[in-house]
Each structure stands twice: as structure tokens, then as C-alpha cells.
């Protein structure tokens, strides 16, 4: 089991918070799944803060997104939330309510809410090193993190949540934070890439007028050893045209 890290922050998309008591704390595993629900009412970020601050709702979940594009903290990252009806789960994973704009049997939501749910999505992923949304809906690759690292509360309970608008846009959910995840993050094969296209070019570029004649004595005399006049002269060059040029003392400045 991973370490839990000890100082898991919230999100900085938070404009409203209320502590739920209805939370272990801490959580016992490193957060590296999310589940997404639906509130089953259109209630205000204040509306179902005031519900989860109920003892008696047991009930709590680690973020809400109002109607309005809100989000609300009800239980720090760094504590399970009681969201999921499976401790295991919400152990690992952050969760989140979204209030429904519409009711049964598809449970909407705003766009607004939409909107927000993607910003919490990737930010969630990008604090706590999660490199990928996964969704397959199979709710037998609960725990296989490595293939699917969304789940549902239907999987875990008699329940519609979180509605079929948003468990049928899980994927769109994982594709849009996917997307954005990458526009902020540069893979060792881009970057490659774009140093391979930067000495291309590089070795493209004739020499400049006003070295021209120096440059054609160079390459007659064979200081230099296939390089091209702008690319950049490595120290093995270097020591090349000065061992040519009869430079290099043997036995040490
Ligand atoms: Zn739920």
C-alpha cells in the first residue's frame, strides 16, 4: 500500500467550506481515484454543507459544485469522506456532489457545474500526482488503479447515483481532464521531439557572411569534424579543434 502523504492540501478552486464531522481521519491510503456524485436535488453549496454538518445525515463527501459552478470543502482531502457506501473506496478516493439542475431519471446538471467539475478534476490530478484520468465502466477493475481510477457509487449501493447524465459522460469527463492535463504537461518523447527539430535546424543554417571566409578555411584545414557552421560546439569539439590546431599542452596548463 502507498504511503499516505502527510500534507495534502485542498483544492484552491474552494470559495465556500464547512467541515463535516461525518469523516475519518485521516485516510489511510494515498488519494489516487475519484468519485463522482450527484446530489439528487438542485441544493446550494450552503444547502448541502448544512446537511453533511449534521451528525445524525452520516453522510459527507470531500467536495460539492452548486448549480452556480460553485465548490464547496465539506472534508479536507487528507480525510475519508463518507460518500461512496464503501469505506475502501473513499479511503483512496476524493469525492466529490454535484448538484442536479433536473431531476429523474436523468439527474442533469448545469453547464456551469460541468464546468467546475472538469476544473476540480484536473486540479485533484495535478496535486496529487494522478497523471491520468481512466474510465471503462467496469466495476471490476475497482482497486486496479493502473487501468481505472474512476468509480461509482452505484457499484458500492442500490443507488441511481450519480444519474445517468453524468455516469454516461465519465468518459467526456476523463477526455477533457486528459486533454487539459497534457496541454500543461510535457512528455519526455515531446520534448525530444522538439529538440530534435531545434538541431535540425541548427544544422540547417549556412554560416553567417561575416564568418563565411573563416568558416571555409576551418573545414579546409579539418579542425572540425562533421559539424555543421551553426550548431553548437560540444567540449569534445572543442578539444578536437584545439588538439588540431596544436594547442593542447600534454602535459597540463
Ligand atoms: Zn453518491
Known amino acids: 500500500m502507498p504511503p499516505v502523504e502527510t500534507a495534502m492540501s485542498n483544492s484552491p478552486l474552494v470559495t465556500y467550506s ?7 481521519s485521516p485516510r489511510n491510503h494515498a488519494i489516487d481515484t ?19 454538518a449534521r451528525a ?23 480525510d475519508r469522506s463518507w460518500a461512496s457506501s464503501n469505506g475502501a473506496n473513499d479511503h483512496r478516493a476524493v469525492t466529490i456532489e454535484v448538484a442536479n439542475c433536473g431531476g429523474e431519471p436523468d439527474w442533469p446538471v448545469s453547464d456551469q457545474a460541468y464546468a467546475a467539475l472538469i476544473d476540480l ?20 477493475l475497482v482497486g486496479q488503479v493502473d487501468k481505472q481510477n474512476m468509480t461509482a457509487h452505484r457499484w458500492f449501493a442500490a443507488k441511481a447515483c450519480p444519474g ?6 465519465f468518459g467526456d469527463i476523463a ?24 538541431l535540425t535546424q541548427q544544422r540547417s543554417k549556412e554560416s553567417s557572411s561575416w564568418s563565411q571566409e573563416a568558416w571555409e578555411k576551418a573545414e579546409t584545414a579539418g579542425v572540425f569534424d562533421g559539424t555543421a557552421p551553426q550548431a553548437p ?15 593542447l599542452p600534454e602535459g597540463g596548463v
Request: charged fraction near 25%.
Open 175 to 198: 477526455a477533457r481532464v486528459n486533454e487539459r492535463l497534457e496541454e500543461e504537461h510535457v512528455t519526455q518523447e515531446q520534448f525530444n521531439e522538439m529538440m530534435e527539430v531545434y
Open 56 to 78: 445524525s445525515t452520516e453522510a459527507s463527501s470531500n467536495y460539492g459544485i452548486g448549480s452556480d459552478g460553485r465548490v464547496a470543502l465539506y472534508v479536507d482531502e487528507g
Open 121 to 140: 478534476c484536473v486540479d485533484i490530478c495535478r496535486r496529487n500526482g494522478i497523471q491520468k484520468l481512466l474510465w471503462q465502466g467496469d466495476k471490476s
Open 34 to 52: 475519484i468519485t463522482i456524485h450527484c446530489m439528487a436535488g438542485n441544493a446550494s453549496v450552503e444547502s448541502c454543507g448544512a446537511l453533511f
Open 164 to 169: 445517468e447524465y453524468l455516469y454516461s459522460r
Open 18 to 24: 464547512r467541515l463535516s464531522p461525518n469523516r475519518t
Open 233 to 247: 560546439l560540444s567540449r569534445e569539439q572543442a578539444s578536437l579543434v584545439l588538439d588540431r590546431l596544436g594547442l
